[in-house]
């Protein structure tokens, strides 16, 4: 029943070679690059912003990457557990993106965009946690048009990210004062030219 609704839900995503090329373009862009706003977003808000506010955004930074490591090897535990084929490797519709033939539930990419933006729902703000889970449903949304995921594979990594986040919340209740000092002391030992100048913060 599941796997039947998977496989409908995918051929009504899944581009064909009649879709517009301009599509393909965009989504293999939003397939393939807008993961990296993960990385960058996690930078400026450890290394910048007011002084006042550069210890809540570190506790941020802290608790997402915390859930998005969790999340990560959830995700590749319950690959193993529960394998499960590509649609190109089992020759249903059409791919439009070059990717190996490995496991693809849940989705790695969905996992970690999913995680990323649920912990700025819950940590952060609601504006940029509402735009950064519009921003993970097209790259969920790209990846199933361009043939390399099923729509259950984002919906897996949706949940995982849910609950690695109230794992890193759990974790951060317990040794989240513990955990910040030691790595504000190691900021201090690896940026102290860059704080020394001004250029980021201490």
Request: net charge positive; hydrophobic share 55%; proline share 3%.
């Amino acid at each position: 029943m599941m796997e039947q609704l998977n496989q409908t839900l995918f051929l009504l995503i899944n581009a064909t070679p009649d879709s517009p090329e301009w599509t393909i373009k965009l989504a293999i862009f939003i397939a393939k690059d807008l993961i990296n706003i993960v990385p960058l977003l996690i930078a400026i808000l450890w290394l910048w912003g007011q002084r006042k506010q550069i210890a809540a955004q570190r506790e941020v930074v802290i608790k997402t990457s915390m859930a998005i490591i969790i999340s990560v090897s959830l995700s590749w535990i319950i690959g193993h557990i529960f394998p499960h084929d590509r649609p190109f490797v089992e020759g249903i519709g059409y791919n439009f993106l070059h990717h190996a033939a490995d496991d693809s539930y849940p989705s790695d990419h969905g996992t970690v965009i999913f995680t990323f933006a649920l912990a700025f729902l819950l940590w952060h703000r609601l504006w940029s946690g509402v735009v950064l889970f519009a921003i993970a449903c097209a790259i969920a949304w790209s990846r199933v048009y361009l043939g390399v995921h099923w729509p259950m594979d984002m919906l897996g990594g949706l949940l995982v990210g849910l609950c690695s986040c109230l794992w890193s919340q759990m974790i951060w209740n317990q040794w989240g004062a513990n955990i910040y000092r030691r790595l504000h002391q190691l900021h201090r030992f690896c940026f102290a030219l860059f704080i020394r100048k001004g250029w980021i913060r201490d």
